[in-house]
Structure formats: structure tokens, C-alpha cells
């Protein structure tokens, strides 16, 4: 997840064309890439920020669904890599975390690629959680 979060900063933070020093507010990845990330279930959870409630909806309209916008309220700690990250995570599915993860599991978490936004102190990024997978490494009831 490093790795896709550091390109998401590469992209995010170039010039915008015909705009001398300036930066985008928001980075909108059309791209929709997709990816498989091992990372560990925390169990921590919290409701999204106003500021990653406003991009979330900018990015559903701008992609022609604006009917899902209750679709992301909650964000989970995972922990992949020895990093912390806060993700949006799709309300189907957090249904079932609670019902067959605890804290500490290894999961594999299905990601899709959304972009971005820029507080004071940085850019925040947001792929969003479609989907997940107890992985073999973790100890199942």
C-alpha cells in the first residue's frame, strides 16, 4: 500500500497545466485502478471527515453516481507494512467485519483507487474498501 500511496502523491502534487504554481485541491483518479493489499484488521473505527465526506461525494458525481453517496460514512485503521491507514470502507461491508474479524487478524483488503484531498497539513488519500478476505494467515474460529 506504500507504493500505491506514494504514487497517488506523485500525481496528486504535480502543477496544474497553464497554472504557474499552483496545486489542485483535490485529485480525482478517473483510472479506477483496482489492487489486493494484506493488512491487518484493527477494529478501529470512525465516522469520515467533513473534508473526506465532501471529496467522496465530489468523486461519486463525477463519475455518475451520486446514489451511492450513503454508501461511505465509517472509516477502519488497518495496518499494512508497519503504516497506519485510515480507509473509507464500502457500509455492505463493514456489516460483516464484526462478524468474522477481531482485532489483529491478517486480512486481505480489496481496494479501489479513488484519489484524493489537501488539508493544511498534506494530502490526505482515499481508496476505498470494496471488499475482503480473511487471509490464510490469520487463526479462524
Do not use: C, H
Amino acid at each position: 500500500m506504500a507504493e500505491a500511496k506514494a504514487d497517488f502523491l506523485a500525481d496528486a502534487q504535480k502543477l496544474i497545466p497553464g497554472v504557474p504554481a499552483k496545486l489542485s485541491g483535490s485529485y480525482f483518479d478517473q483510472g479506477g485502478r483496482r489492487w489486493r493489499a494484506q493488512a491487518s484488521y484493527t477494529g478501529r473505527f470512525r465516522s469520515l471527515e467533513a473534508d473526506e465526506l465532501i471529496f467522496i461525494r465530489n468523486w461519486l458525481k463525477s463519475v455518475g453516481r451520486e446514489n451511492m453517496e450513503t454508501v461511505f460514512t465509517t472509516s477502519y485503521l488497518f495496518t499494512a507494512g508497519g503504516k497506519d491507514y485510515w480507509l473509507p470502507v464500502e457500509a455492505p461491508v463493514v456489516a460483516f467485519f464484526p462478524k468474522e474479524l477481531k482485532p489483529g487478524d491478517t486480512i486481505d483488503i480489496y481496494l479501489a483507487e479513488i484519489g484524493g484531498t489537501q488539508r493544511k497539513d498534506g494530502w490526505i488519500w482515499l481508496p476505498f474498501v470494496e471488499e475482503f478476505r480473511r487471509s490464510d494467515k490469520s487463526a479462524g474460529p
